[in-house]
């Protein structure tokens, strides 16, 4: 499959996933430590049948690299966890566009890697697009969770470098299986500060068996959408032009966020006043326009 085909499918997964989170989060979920946990759970189960398929790699000085993106990303998903306690799904999601901007610095600055003028431009277009969603509607302020996604977002930033240079050094599958190793093994880090074993061991005395269904499905369409994303870095040209491709996942956050608040919305409510819609979806369109000129 082509790398393009592979960004774009990545997100959908993604998007997905953002509302489900959102779901466990008020509903299955006794706090940010027992949702981190959980969502670790099932990386486990994946490291075993990777493993039983791909065989364990031979390690070196470069296997701490897909482990500690695996440790990042758990630790990521505490921040953007936050955010989604305090703020609309799809307005987060659409913030999600600063990614290639904070990557397209971090390659500059860490790498030396160059950056055409064209490149530079659909970077400020996409850039242009996220800020018309970053504020609250006649509060002129920032919207809610906007710090916490931030965090995130440059943990996620960092992450995307890291992975595409451990790419380089190892084959796919031996940086996916030590990756999702890394993800199993963050989520035994909890475990260190009493308050965070507290509440996992809270939330495992009350779990129910909808909550193991819904963590592990849900961490299954974060899985697809990974490895979907991953198997793009490892055969594009740039790891700028997959993260840039892969915030598609806004316009799949707000068309998904409309149709769950007008099916379910005693479980997903979002605002979907009509300027509100056309502010994001203006944004959206803006970061296309971006896409377009990077990828002519």
Same mark, same amino acid.
Request: aromatic share 16%; hydrophobic share 55%.
């Given at each position: ?17 953002? $509302? ?10 006794? +706090? ?22 791909? %065989?364990? &790699? ?7 690299? &897909?482990?500690? =993106? +695996? ?17 609309? =799904? ?9 990614? &290639? ?10 790498? %030396? ?9 659909? #970077? ?6 996220? =800020? ?14 906007? %710090? ?11 992450? *995307? ?14 940086? #996916? ?11 035994? *880090? #909890? $475990? ?6 507290? @509440? ?8 129910? *068996? ?6 592990? %499905? ?5 899985? $697809? +959408? ?10 594009? &040209?740039?790891? +700028?032009?997959?993260?840039?491709? =892969? @915030?598609?996942?806004? $316009? ?28 994001? #979806? ?15």
């Amino acid at each position: 499959m082509h790398w393009i085909s592979l960004s774009l499918l990545g997100p959908l997964f993604w998007a997905s996933s953002n $509302f489900v989170d959102k779901y466990i989060l008020s509903k299955h979920s006794k +706090g940010i430590f027992d949702f981190l946990f959980f969502s670790t759970i099932t990386s486990w189960f994946l490291f075993v049948l990777l493993f039983i398929f791909v %065989g364990m &790699p031979e390690l070196t000085v470069y296997s701490w690299i &897909p482990i500690l =993106t +695996g440790v990042i990303l758990i630790y990521s998903y505490g921040f953007y966890g936050k955010a989604l306690e305090q703020g609309d =799904t799809s307005a987060l999601v659409i913030l999600f566009k600063l990614i &290639p901007v904070i990557t397209l610095i971090l390659a500059f600055v860490f790498l %030396g890697q160059t950056v055409s003028s064209r490149e530079l431009l659909g #970077f400020l277009i996409v850039l242009a697009g996220a =800020t018309i969603v970053s504020f609250e509607k006649s509060r002129g302020v920032l919207i809610k969770g906007f %710090g916490m996604i931030l965090i995130a977002i440059f943990m996620w930033s960092v992450m *995307t470098l890291f992975i595409d240079y451990g790419l380089t050094k190892m084959s796919f599958w031996d940086y #996916f299986l030590l990756d999702t190793l890394g993800s199993a093994i963050a989520g035994l *880090t #909890f $475990f260190i500060v009493p308050a965070m074993r507290r @509440q996992i061991i809270d939330g495992l005395k009350t779990a129910t *068996t909808g909550k193991y269904v819904w963590f592990s %499905g849900n961490n299954l369409l974060d899985f $697809f +959408g990974q490895m979907s994303v991953k198997k793009a870095l490892a055969i594009a &040209p740039s790891a +700028g032009l997959v993260t840039v491709v =892969t @915030q598609v996942q806004s $316009f799949y956050a707000i068309v998904i966020g409309l149709v769950l608040t007008l099916l379910i919305p005693k479980i997903i409510k979002e605002d979907i006043s009509r300027f509100t819609l056309v502010k994001r #979806f203006v944004g959206a369109l803006i970061m296309f326009s971006g896409v377009y000129i990077l990828l002519a």
